[in-house]
């Protein structure tokens, strides 16, 4: 059995793209919903928790903050983890933390309480969920990748509009305390997801073959080299700028129409519009990111998302009526499931599979970082409102500041990034490649020799050439 080693996944072995790699995909699609949904869906309670503890809606909003926090802040502390210890186990005890989080919730007596059950504790469940599943689907696709990405990225729009009605629902009928037990219990199902991550393994090698591998110098735990590569601080950069304004117009746009003179129901119709366009935007941007002449070039096409999304905040700053709402909220769905569907298949485009663990977690603390930073959006925003009256200078600011990142992005890749021969992104890869262009020079007499020892080989092997196998040391 052994030390637990670093988590590399393995190089040696190709990206299945399909069998249980559609698995994997199924399991990511809900962690991505829960992680993304949750921390709207808890909303739902606040009024409840309200009356029950005497206090603001300010206070019980943390609540939603603190989950974000931690979904965002913890990526170095999960990318260590995964690292140390390898995807499944992470995600199984990142299920069993968001669970009991809600569990224990249900029973506290006071605002701090559920700061540190609901919000910490769950916050950190969903963290040590999250980055793993991306982690799984960036070594299970390759050629299929962006679709996968697109698929996956849709779980987030699919559980905010099944999470929602279903926590007022709950509420109903069984109480917040209820409500957060039942939750709870349903987080469980992250637990089942990660059993769906299976290791990939390469082919059973000699035992001369197993000696070298044994003497391989351990990975670093979070890899700071890949800040030595232009395409990802520019990447952190824009990304950082980015989530200052993306998430503002969802946030105001009920409130916007409901100023206007609209009723409460005929207001949040709106955001059910906006879900149900972004549930079909991502896939579809997956499948158009995976064409052959736009895939070399997603990192412009995530630009252009981005440019599409502040532009739709511009134009939606001067609608004056409901009508002009909704248009805005169907553009809107579109470019935001684009930017949803691109973010992290042109970060794995980026840095590549092996730095892809370090590079998700140092990303979201970066994102973290600059909200923290920078006044907090709501905050911000809020007073903007409150000094104007006027939702349409919180529209342009988001829509300014989602701009400024896509032209970060756009424009640092094209006149600061020199075009890259393809090549491996490690050393490890770099190996095979030569090993491979060996084998592809070897005289007629090697190959007749290799193509017996391969024949015999799978005779030997038949099951495990390649495929998945369970790993004895992660195995449920």
């Not at 977690?361 to 973290?368: D, M, N, P, R, S």
């Not at 756009?410 to 090993?435: D, M, Q, V, Y």
């Not at 090697?446 to 992660?474: C, H, M, R, W, Y």
């Amino acid at each position: 059995m052994g030390a637990v080693v670093a988590d590399d996944g393995p190089s040696g072995v190709k990206a299945p793209d399909g069998g249980w790699g559609w698995a994997v995909l199924f399991g990511c699609f809900i962690i991505t919903g829960f992680s993304y949904a949750f921390p709207k869906a808890v909303s739902v309670f606040f009024k409840e928790l309200i009356r029950e503890f005497g206090i603001g809606y300010s206070d019980t909003a943390w609540i939603s903050s603190i989950l974000l926090a931690m979904l965002y802040g913890t990526g170095p502390l999960c990318s260590v983890c995964v690292n140390r210890f390898g995807c499944r186990p992470v995600m199984l005890v990142g299920g069993l933390f968001a669970s009991m989080g809600m569990v224990i919730a249900s029973f506290c007596t006071s605002i701090v309480q559920i700061y540190l059950t609901a919000g910490v504790i769950t916050g950190l469940g969903l963290a040590l969920n999250f980055q793993p599943s991306l982690i799984m689907l960036n070594r299970y696709f390759d050629k299929r990748r962006p679709l996968a990405n697109g698929l996956s990225a849709a779980g987030s729009p699919v559980f905010l509009c099944a999470l929602s009605p279903l926590g007022q629902i709950l509420q109903h009928e069984y109480g917040w305390r209820g409500g957060f037990l039942i939750l709870g219990g349903m987080l469980l199902n992250c637990c089942v997801c990660g059993a769906l991550m299976r290791p990939l393994e390469p082919p059973k090698k000699s035992e001369a073959a197993k000696e070298p591998a044994e003497k391989k110098v351990k990975k670093k735990l979070l890899d700071f080299s890949v800040f030595k590569d232009g395409g990802f601080v520019i990447y952190a950069l824009a990304a950082s700028i980015m989530v200052l304004g993306l998430f503002v117009p969802p946030v105001f746009v009920v409130s916007y129409a409901k100023d206007l003179g609209y009723q409460d129901t005929k207001a949040a119709f709106l955001l059910t519009i906006l879900g149900f366009i972004d549930i079909f935007a991502r896939p579809i941007c997956g499948m158009v990111a995976g064409l052959k002449w736009v895939r070399p070039r997603c990192v412009y096409l995530f630009s252009f998302a981005m440019i599409f999304n502040g532009f739709t905040d511009l134009m939606g700053s001067m609608s004056v009526d409901y009508g002009g709402l909704v248009v805005f909220c169907i553009f809107f769905g579109i470019s935001y499931g684009m930017v949803g569907a691109l973010q992290f298949e042109v970060l794995m485009a980026i840095v590549g599979t092996q730095k892809f663990s370090s590079a998700i977690g140092l990303v979201l603390l970066a994102e973290a970082m600059a909200v923290l930073i920078g006044p907090p959006s709501a905050g911000k925003y809020g007073k903007l409102l409150d000094a104007t009256g006027r939702y349409m200078f919180v529209f342009i600011i988001a829509g300014i500041e989602v701009t400024t990142s896509a032209l970060v992005l756009a424009l640092g890749n094209f006149f600061c990034i020199k075009k890259k021969s393809e090549e491996p992104h490690t050393k490890e890869e770099a190996a095979e490649r030569e090993e491979l262009n060996k084998s592809e020079n070897k005289t007629p007499e090697d190959a007749k020799v290799d193509s017996i020892e391969v024949e015999q080989f799978l005779k030997d092997e038949p099951e495990k050439n390649g495929e998945v196998v369970t790993n004895p040391e992660t195995c449920v």
